[in-house]
């Protein structure tokens, strides 16, 4: 009798932890973007985040693909190539080095130009970087981003980075237009 208790009790148990996390995995896969533009807007905003606190990795891992293919300027004289799971493990260990659990980190987004044709989209993105109060001025970068309309949902398929510096200016249909 105690057996069969015991069997009963670790069933019940193992359905309601498998059932909690099944439901976390439909909630984050029920978020629909039904416009690449909500993309675009929600990755920055995922990633930007208040001091004591960091981003929601797997959301931000929702966002694209699987397959998903990512290019960063790492420093002036490298790009890496990686995968959506390398993206987040870069930015946990820069968020690691600079402390920015600390102190918060924004990303925001300064223009973009969006290009759809049917199910696929392309976005430029000027945006800036900066780390609340710190003494260093914000860095502005380009973001490329390829996007794809599956199921009615659109995700990202890459993103390639690059940072402005000499020799390398702002594209222009990302530089602020002059008012006559």
Known sequence: MKSLQFT?????????????????????????YTT????????????????????????????FIDEAVIVLRTSFTKMDVMSKEGFVDLFI???????????????????????????VAHCFVLYEASVPNSPNPPQRGVDSF???????????VSIINEIPRQGVPIPGELQEKELN
């Open 93 to 119: 260990r820069d968020i690691k080095k600079y402390n920015m659990d600390k102190t918060g980190f924004q990303e925001q987004i300064i223009r973009k130009k969006m290009t759809v044709i049917g199910e």
């Open 36 to 63: 690449p533009e909500s993309v675009i807007t929600k990755i920055y905003q995922l990633v930007t985040f208040p001091p004591d606190t960091t981003p929601d990795w797997e959301k931000v891992k929702s966002l």
């Open 146 to 156: 390829q996007l794809l309309k599956r199921d009615g949902n659109w995700r990202i």
């Open 8 to 32: 009963i009790s670790l069933v019940i148990l193992i359905s309601l932890l498998c059932g909690n996390y099944l439901f976390a995995q439909q909630t984050i896969e029920r978020e629909k």
